[in-house]
């Protein structure tokens, strides 16, 4: 038996920084079935559940622990999954240090209870031995709704799966040649496996979704073509794809992309791999613009992809980096440089290829309307980060292009959908839309959230 | 799902491909192109709609066998099926409320240039076309061309079809002329246009270009096809494929195209394709 700590997280297995920084395995091994229990004793089992309250979809995080604490996995796995259509994804990929475990009571003295680890673990024992291909699940009789559902990030599949468990009849149009959004061609496989997203197909198919990928919603078939093709509800959930760029000098140097593109390559095109078709630069220093997790994927694959250096390079200090803390801390130990407190202003070129990243430093000011400092320019004081790639990593919005081929469609000044808070209905009749398409870039659990709170509101309607 | 139904070859490498992609075909229009995949491990490459029958769903493209990827396309036969095809992609040409235009293709550039000569003459337009090759074989297309077409002129660099020279050189001559056009649109490798563009700033008539930069997505995700038009960062992708060709800064276009020339070359050496 394994005894936990009251005040630490029961340790979990890694690959060793200088193992893991050189290939794309995953990196967290997860927990075994003793140290899954050893963890879940620290549980209090609190009367006032703060977790809960912590989590965007109100997991019932003791109620599925309290099932690890007696070995029932199998019932954990049934109340994780009641609020959870992903857990073996959102276990790895939560901010969990900012939503249930930032409110754990454990966390006011110490460690909070792993959350996340155990939804991981609980997902990953249970799924390893469903097939969903031949242990098909029961289908109801037809409900008499037919839905497209548009984008497969974690909005659509959740949407998908939700309407599909409760009869309807499910297709799901995706723009790429595979389906699961971020979750395929954004998030690394050392970080979220590509075998995870793989198993939420065989799941789609098992309830009879349709899957019609390499179709864009908006030129392949508008909104209103659909509807003559019979469909009679509509979820968008296209998440929010458009790299924002900097606006400086040297942006379209070679050698600058952005992290969606960095990312794109090696996820979706598998640019990592020795026989691959698709190119990409293995840059010996590279510099990543940005503190989020998109930054951090793409620091740490530029490292796995040979950079002898990586600098990420941030305008405001590391306690405001918006990353994970996991992701910051596995950075750090596989060799990242942080630049903090430096804002770019130019990307210096020779001969059109990048030459160097010019920045100015900063000092934290006053905070502002996010809550943060902000970060302030100090006269005269100039670096110059060496480098031959930039990857830059300042942000997404939503894609424009089903609002502009919709004008019915309300978008905020921002170009996000606007949709009802409680039934996530648009300003169309039917048309239903969530995830980062309508909050902007946000994550991957509330996206699921909005996914699932839309087919819910759907099937009221009948 | 995309069936190859048809596959020729019209010119030296240059092949002419009709697959079923009915999903493509219902919207498509003249100046809109598709990203294809070949195989499962296949790269993503973008290829402009020469065709769309949108009775029968039957999608034709024109291309040349350059690269890997297009010498792998050019392998396939009929009953072959593609792992994917995305479209319609980008805006559709303008085509409405022209008088007159002059059409101008360049090699390969031909096939694109095709369907916006074909819609353009269907919808009311004078159309004359000048079109250049290296020699005569590689001027694609031209009976196809001639049909919708006012006037034709064929110019080769080595003189073995109509006249010796360059399209900019017949370019000059109509505009020296005086005659009047609305529009001038110019599709081929990326130093003919911007030496089309260079001759029409000077009697100042509008020219529409087609870019052709690096792809990955096709639907403004990556910001990889990124080019600057008038001073503003354009995905050609989404907000192109053409653009005004007077504000296209052809220089840095050109440069980002050579980006990963070494590796593929590399590539093309690794995996010999014949097609
Ligand atoms: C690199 C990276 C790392 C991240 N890391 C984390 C993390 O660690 N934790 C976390 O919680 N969140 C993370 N996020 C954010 C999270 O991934 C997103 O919030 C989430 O994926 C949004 O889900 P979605 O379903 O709304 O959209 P997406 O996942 O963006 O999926 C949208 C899908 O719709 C498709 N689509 C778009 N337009 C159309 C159309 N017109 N027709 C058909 N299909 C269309 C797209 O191709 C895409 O597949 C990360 C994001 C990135 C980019
Ligand atoms: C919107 C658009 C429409 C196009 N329409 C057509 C068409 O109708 N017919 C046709 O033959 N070609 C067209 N192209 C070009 C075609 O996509 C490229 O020839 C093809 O991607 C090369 O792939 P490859 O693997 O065979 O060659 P590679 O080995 O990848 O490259 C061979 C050469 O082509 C260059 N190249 C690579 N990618 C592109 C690209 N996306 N565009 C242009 N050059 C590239 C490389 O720098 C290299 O010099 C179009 C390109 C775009 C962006
Ligand atoms: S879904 Fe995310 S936030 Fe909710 S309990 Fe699980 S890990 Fe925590
Ligand atoms: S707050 Fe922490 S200790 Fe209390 S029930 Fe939730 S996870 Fe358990
Ligand atoms: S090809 Fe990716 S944005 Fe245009």
Redesign the interface.
Same mark, same amino acid.
């Given at each position: 038996m394994i005894k936990a700590d009251p005040f630490k997280k029961t340790p979990i297995a890694e690959l060793a920084p200088d193992v893991r920084n050189k290939c794309f395995e995953e990196v967290v091994l997860g927990y075994t079935l003793d140290e899954a229990i050893a963890e879940s004793q620290r549980c209090l089992d609190c009367k006032q559940q703060f977790c809960v309250a912590g989590c965007p979809v109100n997991v019932d995080i003791p109620g599925f622990i309290r099932h690890i604490k007696t070995g029932d996995i199998e019932k954990a796995y049934g109340v994780l999954t009641h609020d959870n259509a992903l857990p073996a994804i959102c276990g790895r990929v939560c901010p969990q240090e900012s939503q249930c475990e930032g409110k754990c009571i454990r966390a006011k003295k110490g460690e909070s209870v792993a959350i996340g680890r155990l939804e991981r673990f609980t997902a990953d024992y249970i799924e390893k031995n469903i097939n969903f291909k031949t242990d098909k699940p029961e289908r109801p009789a037809p409900i008499g709704i037919k839905a497209a559902v548009i984008g497969s990030g974690p909005a659509g599949l959740s949407c998908a799966v939700t309407l599909a468990k409760a009869g309807a009849d499910v297709t799901i149009f995706e +723009?790429?040649?595979k389906i699961g959004g971020v979750l395929t =061609?954004g998030i690394p496989e050392f970080r979220l496996p590509k075998s995870i997203v793989a198993k939420e197909q065989e799941k789609l198919e098992a309830y009879d979704v349709k899957i019609? !990928?390499? !179709?864009?919603i908006g030129? #392949? =078939? !508008?909104l209103d073509?659909l509807k003559a093709q019979g469909f009679n509800r509509f979820f968008i959930g296209s998440g929010a794809?458009? /790299?924002s760029?900097l606006?400086i000098e040297g942006? *379209?140097? &070679?050698?600058v =992309? #952005?992290a *969606?593109?960095y990312l794109?390559?090696v996820n979706l &095109?598998?640019a990592f791999k020795e026989? +691959? %078709?698709? /190119? %990409?630069?293995h840059g010996k220093r590279v510099a990543v613009i940005g503190g989020g997790n998109v930054a951090m994927d793409a620091a740490r694959t530029a490292k796995r992809l040979g950079a002898e250096e990586v600098t990420i390079v941030y305008r405001r200090s590391m306690n405001e980096l918006p990353a994970r803390l996991e992701e910051v801390h596995h950075a750090e130990e596989e060799g990242i440089l942080f630049k903090t407190l430096h804002g770019p202003i130019e990307i210096l070129g020779e001969k #059109?290829a990048v030459a160097g990243l010019k920045c100015q430093m900063m000092r934290l000011s006053e905070k502002d309307a996010s809550g943060r400092q902000r970060p302030v320019p100090i006269d005269d004081a100039y670096i110059t980060v060496d480098c031959d790639t930039v990857i830059i990593a300042i942000g997404q919005t939503p894609? /424009?292009?089903i609002p502009m081929t919709m004008k019915a469609l309300d978008t905020t000044p921002k170009g996000c959908i606007v949709a009802d808070d409680d039934t996530m209905e648009t300003s169309v009749s039917g048309v239903y839309a969530g995830g980062d398409a309508v909050t902007g870039a946000a994550t991957v659990i509330k996206a699921m959230g909005a996914g699932k709170q839309a087919a819910e509101n759907m099937l009221k309607t009948l | 799902m995309y069936t190859i139904i048809r596959k020729d070859r019209i010119a030296g490498d240059v092949y002419s491909m009709t697959i079923e992609a009915p999903h493509v075909t219902t919207n498509a229009k003249a100046g809109q192109f598709v990203i294809i995949i070949v195989d499962e491990s296949g790269e993503r490459i973008p290829l402009t709609i020469a065709n769309a029958e949108q009775e029968s769903g039957e999608l034709t493209l024109i291309f040349q066998a350059i690269g890997y990827s297009t010498k792998k396309l050019a392998a396939l036969e009929a009953g072959d099926k593609l792992f994917a095809v995305l479209g319609p992609l980008g805006e559709a040409a303008p085509i409405e409320g022209f008088r007159k235009v002059l059409m101008i293709g360049g090699g390969v550039g031909i096939a694109p240039l095709y369907p916006q000569i074909k819609a353009l003459y269907q919808a009311g337009a004078e159309v004359h076309a000048i079109l250049g090759g290296r020699s005569a074989e590689l001027v694609i297309l031209r009976d196809e061309c001639t049909q919708y077409t006012h006037e034709l002129e064929v110019v080769t660099d080595d003189g073995s079809l109509g006249t010796k020279g360059l399209v900019t050189d017949a370019l000059e001559a109509h505009l020296k002329s005086g005659e009047d056009f609305d529009l001038v649109v110019a599709i081929g490798p990326l130093r003919m246009m911007q030496a089309v563009v260079g001759v029409t700033k000077r009697y100042d008539v509008k020219t529409n270009v087609s870019l052709n930069p690096i792809m990955i997505d096709g639907t403004g995700m990556c910001g990889g096809c990124r080019v600057h038009v008038g001073g503003k960062m354009k995905f050609a992708c989404v907000d192109g494929p053409d653009f005004d060709g007077h504000l296209v800064d052809f220089e840095e276009l050109i440069s980002r195209q050579g980006m990963y020339r070494t590796e593929e070359a590399h590539t093309c050496r690794l995996l010999e394709v014949k097609p």
């Open positions: +723009a790429l040649h =061609y019609k !990928t390499n !179709t864009l030129k #392949s =078939y !508008t073509q794809g458009l /790299p760029f606006g942006e *379209n140097l &070679m050698g =992309y #952005s *969606n593109e794109t390559r &095109m598998g026989d +691959a %078709i698709t /190119p %990409i630069k #059109s894609n /424009p292009l | -």
